[in-house]
């Protein structure tokens, strides 16, 4: 009698049917699987934050679909014949979360804060072209903008900004966009440590949203912005739910608790899309997987040795298996969206006769247990790479089995990621599957990545090859979109002959929403989605 | 206060400081021995050789590894836990915000536990062999071998997806947090994943411990004199059957702590279970120490607090 009656009790306590307490439409919520670390644009580094940043700043210039640029809080802008100045007129009446009034000053700031070397911040080496960039930079006594001869960025009055660069840069315009080049206010910040700054927790932007709320590791709540330049977005909330385990967040979208999320475990992606409530949204992206090796250790420094690596793996096949079809194979640095990217230039297709041919002319011969050797020593070296990452390890595995093939043994050695990348930046290691995120723009990776400059950089491989250097430094050197493009196809045409990686794929971003939702751009970069975030709309249907 | 025993008190509150310090020491050293560091996940995914040198130094990381401790000790004494390198949010705030949530779930899994395990327990015992017995120990078997990610992902299945009853996760809902319907609501899933776990070994130990005192002199002398088969055994049996099982649940603390830590990752619950989880794999440093500081002093307190309260409880433990 009792338990009948506890039991009675707590069903009318808990009302055992789920609440759709959300208004239809009006609150958007978003599952994201971790949480942002910090919300100020000049210093933020990671993919949650960037998220949770683009809906709160506006950068200067947006991308659209194509990847051009097009106005945001710059209203037009012109560029010198010489391309050295670049002179931005800004929208009027924008006015910053906390209502003052934001102007060409909060620009300045911006990336002088940028430029400042006690500021910790990833997205410096973007503003390389920026008239007295090394003296502002330097690691010793940077110099102060007021003590140079030429200011690079001048507050030219309320509503116009100038930029000088000290070469023409074509990727000059590119570098100013969301998330990396977020306005910050001034009357907030200035002589605050960016790096610390409470700001950094409770942001003020210009940006379509305002932050109400931010739990750590449970939600970030944003509301709409009224007061939006570029008029108020149709939904009221922004809710981004941290829900760490994948399935959960499925469950959480099957169950109504979030209406997006992004990137479901890819072979679920079949049955979400039957699903008539829901409906998949599928970006190119910018970023790529490779399987790469120290370019300095034999037998990697032996061409025909590479290629054959090359020739050894079915890199579709791994699209298909791994990828369940969303990427597109690799064939350098440049993604098939970039206008940067080459057709002409080819992979090695997957030959294993080729492959074991090109070994042998190396002088390897097989083993008495099928491993090849050369002089003795047996062709075999570990393979590290990020064990959380499911696709990754995946394509780990079979890489391992491919070169298994063709007689070349691959020990795998899953890390933990601060590990793992510890181990890149020292550059130890003998191979490695990873990733880049890359840029939308073909400058600020492929120089850092493969100029022979930038062993203390990205060159983590040491890569080393004079036409390369000279191809990247002339586009890196050249305003004209036309000009840059010959230089990176020559440069792409040299890293395949040089085959420095097996380049593998460019995963895609797949996002899944609830059917209703509309306005959704999937912009082919990093997280690109999420700027449409202002015009996403609930039709209904 | 018997001198006697005041020298003992302050001998053992002398140990416990003691012992934090070491805890402290082992902890901050084991910490760095780990590989990687945190400069790895500050970069995100925007990584050169330079900006991890950059970060480190801004952290202080290129420093003496035993200058770092003092640092953070001589901090810590004054009740500055730092500030984590990941969000730059003090310490002691972070881990006081997720403290509710962790509480509110531990404490609730142990009273679920309890609830539903002694009576269980008991029943076991007095219908020892029959099929109350068996289907007891069926129950207890399938709860200790059920990992809890397992079993909260098939209770999200079944209560979220199959019925519909119940939302998969979270503490509760933007707008609706003073809603204790919602609340309980969101609560009722974890709170049964880990109390399940723990509820297997709390219904053993009533078991095999009431079977034990059913066995006693007093209580066959308690028949004897005709007292009723449920009096003997909730009056006079069970009460001393519990002991051994209160001890228990006293040592099961750090073992429901530990199931926190996976159950609240499962249903995304923001406590200090997944807090800790976070820091260790970001090698956010400042937290994990906070973190592991914070237990410590809970675990060598309630050590503390026993052995003081055995001594003046039982006349024969002396204190010298």
């Known amino acids: 009698m009792l338990h009948a009656t506890l039991l009675v009790l707590l069903v009318a306590i808990i009302g055992l049917t789920p609440t759709a307490s959300r208004a239809a439409g009006k609150d958007f ?51 010198s014949r010489d391309g050295l100045t670049y002179t931005f007129k800004l929208k009027r009446g924008v006015k910053w979360h906390d209502g003052k009034p934001f102007s060409a000053r909060d620009v300045a700031f911006t990336f002088y804060s940028v430029l400042d070397p006690k500021v910790t911040t990833p ?35 309320d509503h116009t900004v100038r930029f000088r660069l000290r070469y023409p840069s074509g990727s000059f315009l590119a570098v100013l966009v969301n998330p990396r080049a977020g306005i910050v ?59 760490p385990d994948s399935v959960v967040l499925l469950q959480e979208l099957r169950a109504g608790g979030v209406d997006f999320i992004e990137n479901p475990p890819l072979t679920e992606v079949a049955r979400l899309k039957r699903t008539p409530t829901l409906k998949v949204l599928v970006a190119d992206n910018t970023s790529y997987t490779y399987f790469g090796w120290r370019q300095d250790l034999a037998p990697f420094t032996d061409v025909r040795v590479r290629r054959a690596l090359y020739h050894a793996i079915d890199v579709p096949s791994i699209v298909r298996e791994v990828l369940q079809g969303y990427a597109a194979v690799s064939t350098g640095q440049f993604p098939p969206s970039s206008w940067a990217f080459d057709p002409s230039v080819k992979p090695y297709a997957y030959d294993p006769a080729r492959a074991k041919a090109l070994l042998a002319e190396a002088g390897f011969k097989p083993g008495a247990d099928g491993v090849l050797t050369k002089d003795g020593k047996r062709f075999s070296f570990s393979v590290r790479h990020d064990q959380a990452n499911q696709s990754v390890k995946d394509t780990a595995v079979i890489v391992q089995e491919f070169l298994k093939r063709v007689g070349v043994e691959a020990h795998l050695e899953p890390l933990d990621w601060p590990t793992f990348v510890k181990k890149l930046f020292a550059s130890d290691f003998e191979g490695i599957v990873v990733g880049w995120t890359n840029h939308h723009d073909p400058d600020p990776f492929a120089y850092t990545i493969w100029h022979s400059s930038q062993w203390k950089g990205r060159n983590f491989a040491h890569y080393k090859n004079p036409k390369v250097d000279e191809a990247l430094e002339a586009a890196r050197r050249s305003g004209v979109t036309a000009e840059r493009k010959k230089h990176y196809a020559e440069f792409s045409k040299v890293l395949m002959e040089d085959a420095p990686y097996v380049f593998l794929y460019f995963p895609q971003q797949v996002y899944v929403t609830r059917a209703g939702y509309e306005g959704f751009v999937p912009i082919p970069t990093f997280a690109g989605i999420y700027q449409s975030l202002k015009g996403v709309r609930w039709t209904g249907r | 206060m018997e001198p006697g025993l005041r020298t003992y008190v302050l001998k053992r509150v002398g140990f416990a400081v003691l012992m934090l310090v070491g805890v402290s020491i082992i902890l901050f050293t084991i910490m760095r021995l780990a590989p990687g560091g945190p400069e790895a996940v500050l970069i995100g995914g925007e990584f050169s050789q330079e900006a991890a040198a950059q970060i480190r130094q801004r952290l202080g990381l290129d420093r003496p590894l035993a200058l770092q401790y003092l640092g953070w000790a001589g901090a810590a004494l004054r009740g500055d836990l730092g500030r984590s390198f990941k969000t730059g949010d003090p310490v ?118 009431l079977l034990e005192v059913l066995r006693q002199d007093y209580v ?61 794999f970001e090698r956010d440093y400042p937290v994990i120490m906070g973190v592991n500081l914070m237990v410590a002093t809970v675990v060598i307190s309630a050590n503390l607090l026993t052995d003081l309260a055995y001594c003046v409880i039982d006349p024969r433990i002396s204190y010298r």
Not at chain 1, 126 to 154: C, H, M
Not at chain 1, 197 to 222: D, S
Not at chain 2, 165 to 172: F, H, I, N, V
């Open chain 1, 29 to 79: 919520v978003i599952g994201l699987s971790g949480d942002a670390t910090s919300l100020n644009p000049v210093v933020a580094t990671d993919g949650q934050s960037y998220i949770a940043e683009w809906p709160l700043f506006d950068s200067l210039v947006e991308l659209d679909q194509g990847l051009n640029v097009k106005p945001l809080l710059a209203e037009s802008w012109e560029v």
């Open chain 1, 123 to 157: 997205h410096r080496a973007y503003f390389d072209a920026l008239a007295g960039f090394p003296e502002l930079t330097a690691k010793e006594n940077p110099k102060r903008p007021e003590e140079l001869a030429v200011r690079p960025i001048e507050v030219v009055d």
């Open chain 1, 185 to 243: 206010p001034e009357h907030l910040l200035k002589g605050v440590d960016l790096n610390t700054a409470e700001f950094n927790r409770r942001p003020i932007g210009t940006g379509p949203f305002k932050l109400v709320e931010w739990r750590r590791g449970e939600r970030l709540v944003m509301e709409a912005n009224t007061q939006y330049h570029g008029g108020r977005p149709a939904l009221d909330h922004l809710i981004f739910r941290i829900i």
């Open chain 2, 92 to 209: 002691a705030a972070l881990i006081l915000d997720r403290l509710g949530p962790t509480v509110q779930l531990t404490f609730g899994a142990l009273v679920l536990a309890l609830v539903v395990a002694v009576p269980l327990g008991v029943l076991a015992a007095v219908r020892r062999g029959t099929i109350w017995d068996t289907l007891g120990s069926a129950v207890a078997l399938f709860g200790v071998s059920f990992p809890s990610f397992w079993l909260g992902i098939m209770l999200i299945l079944l209560f979220s997806e199959v019925f519909h009853w119940l939302p998969p996760s979270g503490l509760s809902e933007y707008g609706r947090e003073a809603d204790l319907s919602a609340r309980v609501r969101h609560a009722i899933l974890p709170t049964l994943t880990l109390g399940l776990i723990q509820m297997a070994s709390f219904m053993r130990f009533t078991r095999s411990s």
């Open chain 2, 220 to 280: 066959r002398t308690a028949r004897a004199k005709g007292l009723g088969g449920g009096r003997v055994v909730w009056r006079h049996a069970l009460r001393n059957a519990l002991i051994p099982v209160v001890t228990v649940v006293g040592l099961s603390l750090p073992t429901l702590v530990g199931g926190a830590v996976l159950t609240e990752t499962v249903f995304a619950w923001p406590g200090i279970g997944r807090l800790a989880v976070g820091a260790v």
